[in-house]
């Protein structure tokens, strides 16, 4: 199995910060890796998919890169609504998807 | 518009039963793979469950393996989770996703607003 470990677990910072999560495969994953965020008591929402392609209506505040075992988030300037919890989650295992443990971001 | 929309949860006892649904709409059913996840109550995302678009290559989590199956209604554009012998660690909210896919790109692009289950005496 593919485990992915996310830091840090949580996160706090102010509106217009810059922040960065990491996710690391516990084995090298190429780029199938997407985010996703998800706010109390609501569905997940796919932000990037194959670790650096933004989905279509996503904000361009948030990008992707990595590749292999190390991958990152970034949201350039936060809004009010980006705190949230995210969510890495590896595509490589087919069809056993699994996900990260989470990155709780919250407001300074 | 593309909807999801699960049912079926609900309070059960430890080694009881249920059968969730997740009816679809606006969108092709018949032509892509679905997968069931779950969430614990404050806890992170599992993925439980994934069946192809024709209801071939079916795969479960070792966590359910035996006791959870998967299947699906094309015909009915309805996706299905029948769980048995339930246990208080499987109480959670079940999300129903839609596979997406450009090439051997994989993401999960719609999801339902989850139906909670609840094992408990």
């Known amino acids: 199995d593919i485990q992915l470990t996310q830091s840090p677990s949580s996160l706090s910072a102010s509106v217009g910060d810059r922040v960065t999560i990491t996710c690391r495969a516990s084995?090298?994953?190429?780029?199938?890796l997407n985010w996703y965020q998800q706010k109390p008591g609501k569905a997940p929402k796919l932000l990037i998919y194959a670790a650096s392609s933004l989905q279509s209506g996503v904000p361009s505040r948030f990008s992707g890169s990595g590749s292999g075992t190390d991958f990152t988030l970034s949201i350039s300037s936060l809004q009010p609504e980006d705190f949230a919890t995210y969510y890495c989650q590896q595509t490589y295992n087919t069809p056993m998807y699994s996900f990260g443990q989470g990155t709780k971001l919250e407001i300074k | 518009q593309v909807r999801l929309v699960e049912s079926g949860g609900g309070v059960v006892q430890p080694g009881g039963s249920l059968r969730l649904s997740c009816a679809t709409s606006?969108?092709?059913?018949?032509?892509?793979?679905m997968h069931w996840v779950r969430q614990s109550p404050g806890k992170g995302l599992e993925w439980v469950a994934s069946i192809r678009y024709d209801g071939g290559n079916k795969n479960h989590a070792e966590s359910v393996k035996g006791r959870f199956i998967i299947s699906r209604d094309n015909a009915k554009n309805t996706l299905y989770l029948e769980m048995s012998s339930l246990r208080a660690e499987d109480s959670a909210v079940y999300f129903c996703a839609k596979v997406g896919r450009i090439g051997e790109l994989i993401f999960f692009d719609y999801w339902g607003q989850g139906t909670l289950v609840t094992v408990s005496s």
């Open positions: 084995q090298r994953i190429s780029s199938y």
């Open positions: 606006g969108f092709a059913f018949s032509n892509y793979a």
